[in-house]
Structure formats: structure tokens, C-alpha cells
């Protein structure tokens, strides 16, 4: 099993660009999710799915978008970066209630995005 | 407002000497209590979780964590600390908001520096 992957590793983007952070997990999990980490603030909640075809917003959804087409795959989003932006962000999964909930959460690397 | 909260930002600890890293938290309801770590450029790891039951609970690493419902902590604890214990270690609690589905509350982080 990889677990959760992400991918780029790292990213620099100018203000206004656009890109995507890919997140992917192999362990059939039901639940995904995306969190950024800013010093300070901990970890918060950006997007979240329940489900292929079922996805919300967390705590700071604005200037991202998500979606979930397969259970294994939940990409990220940055419309038009703003240095606000800047951060780490963090894909988590975990499973449902198909084959009984374990309510932790694994982890992927992160992805460190500067915008300048 | 739902919440958890590390009062301390760093904890210092000489190696081989008791560690304590507190965590309290605010929910309505049976609180899912979780500690995860997190060392450099990394994700987060989980450690262990107090879902119901005894509430001392052990983990990973040696880590336990012990539920107090009247404090409303759940301190994390090892008995002898190690230098490779040094990381950033954070609480987090499982909500029920208004409306959607659970979701998870993480605290600021402490960071632990286990002294050789």
C-alpha cells in the first residue's frame, strides 16, 4: 500500500495562476480531505468528500475548488492564487462505514506551495 | 463554539525523564479525541485515539493519553521521553456541526524537544 500520495512535492506560482494539487489514496477510503497548516494555526479544514460524486466545504473553502469522480482520487484546486495562499497543504483519508469506521485519519506528505 | 486547545507551544523535556503534553477540548456530546505527530516535512501520524471505554489509552511508540472528562483533557504522556520523540505533536477532536458530517477540530501543535 503508498496510502495517501500527493503531488507536487513543491510549487511556486505567480499571483493569479492556477494549478492543481493532486492527492490519491489506495486503501478503498470512503472519506477524504484537504487541510492547509500555517504556523500558529494548526491544521484547517479546506474541502472535504464523503464519497465519489460528494464533496462540502470546510472551515476555509474560498479560492479553492474539489471534486471526486473515483473514490481513490481527490484532486485540489487553486483557482487564482493569492499569496494568502502560501502554505502547506495536507490530503487525509479515512475509512467509512463500509467495513467499520476506524475515525483516524492518514496522512500524506504535503505539498509546500510559496505564491509570490 | 466546538474547540480543542494546546496551551503550550513548546514543551522542553530531558531524555529519559516523564513527558506530559497537554490537550483540552469544548464539544457537545462523547468527544472522539485523537494525537497525531508530525516530524520534519512530513504528514501527520496518527498515534492513538479514545473513542470510549478506559480512559487511559496506549499508543504508539510508547505514547499514552489519559481522558478526563470532568477536565476536559486529554493529555498526552510517555514515561521515559527519547530524542527521536522530538516533533510537533497536535490534539484533535471529532465534531458534529450543524449540519454535514463530522468533521475534525486540530489544535495549534506543541512542539516537543527532548534534550540529550
Known amino acids: 500500500n503508498a496510502g495517501v500520495t500527493q503531488t507536487p512535492k513543491f510549487q511556486v506560482l505567480k499571483t493569479g495562476q492556477s494549478m492543481t494539487l493532486q492527492c490519491a489514496q489506495d486503501?478503498?477510503?470512503?472519506?477524504m480531505s484537504w487541510y492547509r497548516q500555517d504556523p500558529g494555526m494548526g491544521l484547517r479544514l479546506i474541502h472535504y468528500?464523503?464519497?465519489?460524486?460528494?464533496?462540502d466545504q470546510g472551515e476555509v473553502p474560498n479560492g479553492y475548488n474539489v471534486s471526486r469522480s473515483t473514490t481513490e482520487d481527490f484532486p485540489l484546486r487553486l483557482l487564482s492564487a493569492a499569496p494568502s495562499q502560501t502554505s502547506v497543504y495536507f490530503c487525509?483519508?479515512?475509512?467509512?462505514?463500509?467495513?467499520?469506521?476506524?475515525?483516524?485519519?492518514?496522512f500524506g506528505p504535503g505539498t509546500r506551495l510559496t505564491v509570490t | 463554539a466546538q474547540s480543542v486547545a494546546q496551551p503550550e507551544d513548546q514543551v522542553n523535556v530531558a531524555e529519559g525523564n516523564p513527558l506530559t503534553v497537554k490537550c483540552t477540548y469544548s464539544?457537545?456530546?462523547?468527544?472522539?479525541l485523537f494525537w497525531y505527530v508530525q516530524y520534519p516535512n512530513r504528514g501527520l501520524q496518527f498515534l492513538l485515539k479514545?473513542?470510549?471505554?478506559?480512559?487511559l489509552v496506549k499508543g504508539s511508540y510508547g505514547f499514552e493519553a489519559e481522558f478526563n472528562k470532568s477536565q476536559t483533557s486529554f493529555h498526552l504522556k510517555k514515561p521515559s521521553a527519547l530524542v527521536s520523540d522530538s516533533a510537533l505533536y497536535f490534539c484533535?477532536?471529532?465534531?458534529?456541526?450543524?449540519?454535514?458530517?463530522?468533521?475534525?477540530?486540530f489544535g495549534t501543535g506543541t512542539r516537543l524537544k527532548v534534550l540529550a
Open positions: 484533535a477532536v471529532r465534531v458534529r456541526p450543524a449540519s454535514g458530517t463530522y468533521k475534525y477540530i
Open positions: 487525509a483519508s479515512r475509512s467509512g462505514t463500509s467495513g467499520g469506521p476506524s475515525y483516524e485519519q492518514y
Open positions: 464539544v457537545s456530546g462523547n468527544p472522539y
Open positions: 479514545y473513542i470510549t471505554g478506559d480512559n
Open positions: 486503501m478503498n477510503h470512503e472519506y
Open positions: 468528500s464523503v464519497g465519489a460524486g460528494i464533496t
